[in-house]
């Protein structure tokens, strides 16, 4: 039963392993009641733990793809995200529909690191019981682009890339080559310099010509 259960959740895929929506839920629930219960109780025969096992995959397959096909469907099984926070402003009705007092939203975006409630323009509780944190435009976080900070180079070990265990280790043990320099204050200040002087001009330009 362990091997069995074990085949199906790895076949029902990541989507099982995540934040499980409501039917998500119950299906692993009746997996790991069928698991416990066939292990203890010898009245149940073992072929029949297989077929509710089997049952709980199909259920899982064929609910998963209606939803991908009926988006009301989809929205019955497993609920619709709902705006908690917005422009800065707690909807309290939203908040008394999902049962989702103000000390648990104060918590989650305590989780995000959020200091400001002014700062958040969209607080959003999932379907699947997550909160998402959309910020302000102006209080997102810089990226490397805003400074003009070059790309990483390709000999770098990025945690994101499909590599063996064996290169990893090879990788790791090697001296850092000291000939790649991936970012330059003095030259991202002088750029960021002559970007604004270039600004200030046209718009000095701008001011002769409007005269």
Do not use: W
Request: charged share 25%; proline share 3%.
């Amino acid at each position: 039963m362990y091997f069995m259960a074990l085949i199906m959740v790895r076949l029902l895929g990541k989507r099982a392993l995540g934040e499980l929506g409501p039917f998500d839920f119950v299906v692993m629930t009746g997996v790991g009641h069928m698991v416990v219960s066939i292990a203890l109780d010898k009245s149940i025969p073992f072929y029949e733990g297989i077929v509710i096992l089997a049952t709980l995959a199909a259920l899982e397959f064929l609910v998963g793809f209606a939803s991908l096909k009926n988006q009301s469907l989809s929205n019955l099984i497993t609920g619709k995200p709902v705006v908690l926070i917005e422009n800065g402003r707690i909807l309290k009705k939203n908040l008394a529909r999902e049962k989702f007092n103000v000390d648990d939203l104060m918590q989650e975006l305590r989780k995000h690191g959020i200091r400001d409630l002014n700062d958040v323009e969209k607080g959003i509780l999932e379907s699947c019981g997550g909160f998402s944190v959309i910020l302000r435009e102006e209080e997102e976080t810089v990226t490397r682009k805003d400074l003009g900070i070059k790309q990483v180079p390709p000999d770098i070990l990025q945690t994101f890339t499909d590599i063996s265990r064996g290169e990893i280790f090879a990788r790791t043990g090697q001296e850092a080559s000291p000939e790649t320099e991936m970012f330059s204050l003095p030259e991202t200040i002088l750029a960021m310099q002559e970007k604004l002087d270039y600004i200030c001009s046209r718009l000095e330009s701008l001011e002769k010509k409007s005269y």
